[in-house]
Structure formats: C-alpha cells, structure tokens
C-alpha cells in the first residue's frame, strides 16, 4: 500500500480514538450489556484497519535505554 | 479536570489532535491523575511559565510549528525535572534522532490502551506500576526486567 505519510498519522491517530473510546466503553459496560457486542464490532473493526496501514507500531511502552531505578514489582 | 480529591499529579498533555487528548483525559482521570491539555507546544511552554504546576508532560512527536522534542527540550530548559512521555505513532523516528531517550523520559507507541497509558505515567512517575502486581503484556517485558531485574512471572 502506498499512502502520504501525514494521511497515515491521521488515520493512526482517528484510528487511535476510535480503539480508545471504544476500549473505555468496552470496560464500563456490564457484560450482558445489550451494546457490548456493537461496541466490541467497532472496536474490532478498528484493529483490523490498522493492521491495513504500513509500518503498525508495536503496542508497547519501552525505554531505550536501560534505567537503573530502584524499582519493585508493586506495592 | 478531576479536582479535590486525592491526586497523582498533573499531567499536561499536548497534541494537536482534540480527540488523542481527549482519551488522553479520560483515561488519566480514571487513573486520578489531573489534566491540563495543550493543543500545540507554544500553549504548551505558556502554561508551564505560567502557575500551573505540572508534574509531568504527555507530547505528541509529530505536531505543526513546534515538534513534540523542540517544546519538551524548552520545557526542559524551565523545568529540568519535568518527567517526558513522547507519544507516537513514528518512534523509529525520534530514536533515529536520539538514540538515547534522556532520564526522564520514556516514550510509548500510539494507538496506546488505557493499560498501556497508564503503565507509561506510573513507570515514569515512580519507576514502577502499581498494583495490581500482574505480570506485564508482553510488550513490557524487557522494561519490566530493566527496572526490576527480576523475569516476569
């Protein structure tokens, strides 16, 4: 696929609100909500748009460079 | 904007999308922190020279007139403790520019989840994530090892 670039973040980015929202409806909604499956169509649908676009980021959070925080695994 | 309760701090998010920020509030309100929002970076350094205390600075990378690593290096210059989570849907891009994010600052892919986002500002904030202690997605892993040094479970 060969699309502008800036064409490409902004649909990264409404793609970006459309998962959001949709994931925040997702975890309010009672699980016999009679929307859930509407909601969990639009949010599927999102996903698999943004499989479509070229070079998909990776749904991670990373440093690149290792941090040497006194850190625990909770608390 | 949460207000008198409990905070976790405030956060000043700064993109030129409404709606990244937007979600962006949503989910930090839910996770008690306090919002401000910043639609470009020129708002972004005024808001910061102005009275409002910020405890950490969400940018969007890829904004018009001034990037997102030009307003937080200005920021950086007023406030050299101010804690940096560079938003992006290019990250390839800022570590070509920078191989190594400066201490501080972390970065996390866009399109982020609610878990993800909110993983990103505690990390940041404390240097690890609050409960409950789960074992982290699978994109966390390596960063998970790094701050703890232990494997995740």
Redesign the interface.
């Known amino acids: 696929m060969n699309i502008d670039p800036v064409k490409v973040h902004h649909l990264k980015n409404q793609l970006a609100i459309i998962l959001g929202f949709s994931e925040l409806l997702l975890e309010e909604l009672a699980a016999d909500d009679a929307h859930r499956p509407d909601v969990l169509q639009i949010h599927q649908a999102a996903k698999s748009a943004l499989a479509e676009l070229p070079a998909l980021p990776a749904h991670e959070f990373s440093s690149p460079r290792p941090r040497s925080a006194e850190a625990t695994d909770g608390q | 904007m949460a207000s008198n309760r409990t905070s976790r701090g405030t956060v000043l998010v700064v993109d030129d ?1 409404q ?2 920020r ?2 962006a509030r ?2 930090l309100e ?1 996770g008690g922190y306090q919002v401000i929002e910043a639609g470009h970076g020129g708002e972004a350094v005024e808001i910061i020279t102005g009275s409002a205390h910020i405890d950490f600075l969400i940018a969007d990378l ?1 904004m018009p007139v001034m990037r997102g690593e030009e307003m937080a290096v200005k920021i950086r210059t007023l406030r050299p403790d101010m804690r940096v989570l560079y938003v992006t ?4 891009q800022l ?1 070509k520019e920078r ?3 400066l ?1 501080g600052e ?9 878990r ?1 986002l909110l ?2 500002v505690s ?1 940041l904030k404390t ?7 789960a074992p982290p ?4 892993a ?2 998970w090892r ?5 494997k995740p479970r």
């Not at chain 2, 240097?127 to 202690?133: C, D, L, R, T």
């Not at chain 2, 997605?137 to 966390?140: C, T």
């Not at chain 2, 790094?146 to 232990?150: H, I, Q, R, Y």
């Open positions: 999308e709606g990244v937007a979600l949503r989910i839910g890829d849907a290019h990250s390839e570590f191989p190594e994010l201490d972390a970065f996390l892919d866009k399109p982020f989840t609610v993800g993983e990103a990390l240097g690890f994530i609050k409960a409950p202690p997605p699978a994109g966390f390596r960063l790094t701050l703890t040094g232990a």
